[in-house]
């Protein structure tokens, strides 16, 4: 299963993905993290790991990468940067790092003033999740960039579910509104993920959006923002975050 992590900047996407992705992982599955924010240099110290090399190097660098695209977008063939299909053992250890089940790729960062746009790592990332086989024992996270352009990059078709973590915000449900309009016309399911929601922001989000999509409410919690604040890794356990796990294991096994 291929999940697609989505919101509105500073929601908790990151964190969500990172709490999922060790929840799976000790659960036995195989976890996969996709970093596919340019401007997150964060993901990484969440999970315990260091920040692998861009992998966009491996087919050449930002500039070579986007010649590349050029050339499949004129054959009409989006796939056709990668020679073959792989499985997540498949991809190049070069580009990945690991601890225990959890392997994570960065797709690409912006790393100097004025090297151009991002959508070069945009058309990877949906190519690369296009490309990516998984079995019953996988399950792979997308992060992505705040906001919506990650829909006008297709991202999405490579996934099987999104997910939006809300906050308590009036931006947050507007753009919720919007994430709804653009999941549905990918075809992909959509569900809230609620967080750092008190007991009067639950009950206001929960009025507001759809509550049948609302798989849970995550409250704040002091150990997750210290080790936020500080880079360290998250080693919280949440049963709300249980719960979400449980609900991605009922699809992959269904």
């Known amino acids: 299963m291929k999940v697609l992590v989505c919101g509105k900047g500073g929601s908790g996407k990151s964190t969500i993905t990172a709490l999922l992705a060790k929840s799976m992982d000790r659960k036995g599955y195989n976890v996969l993290v996709v970093d596919s924010d340019e401007s997150n240099f964060g993901l990484h110290k969440q999970l315990g790991l260091e920040m692998p090399e861009d992998f966009m190097n491996y087919l050449g660098g930002k500039k070579t990468l986007g010649e590349k695209l050029m050339q499949a977008y004129q054959k009409g063939d989006t796939a056709s940067i990668f020679e073959n299909t792989w499985q997540i053992s498949d991809i190049p250890e070069a580009y990945t790092v690991e601890k225990g089940n959890i392997k994570m790729i960065t797709i690409g960062k912006i790393h100097d003033f004025g090297e151009g746009c991002a959508c070069p790592m945009g058309a990877l990332a949906r190519n690369f999740l296009k490309n990516t086989e998984t079995t019953p024992e996988d399950v792979v996270f997308v992060d992505t960039e705040a906001g919506i352009e990650h829909f006008g990059r297709g991202v999405e078709e490579g996934c099987d579910l999104v997910l939006m973590v809300l906050d308590p915000s009036y931006e947050s449900i507007r753009l919720s509104e919007k994430i709804s309009e653009l999941a549905e016309k990918a075809g992909k399911p959509?569900?809230?993920?609620?967080?750092?929601?008190?007991?009067?922001?639950?009950?206001?989000?929960?009025?507001?959006?759809?509550?049948?999509?609302?798989?849970?409410s995550v409250p704040s919690n002091t150990e997750i923002f210290l080790a936020g604040f500080e880079g360290e890794e998250l080693k919280v356990e949440l049963p709300e975050i249980e719960s979400v796990a449980d609900f991605l294991i009922s699809g992959i096994q269904s």
């Open 190 to 216: 959509l569900y809230f993920i609620l967080n750092r929601a008190d007991k009067i922001g639950t009950q206001l989000m929960t009025e507001t959006v759809d509550k049948n999509r609302i798989l849970t």
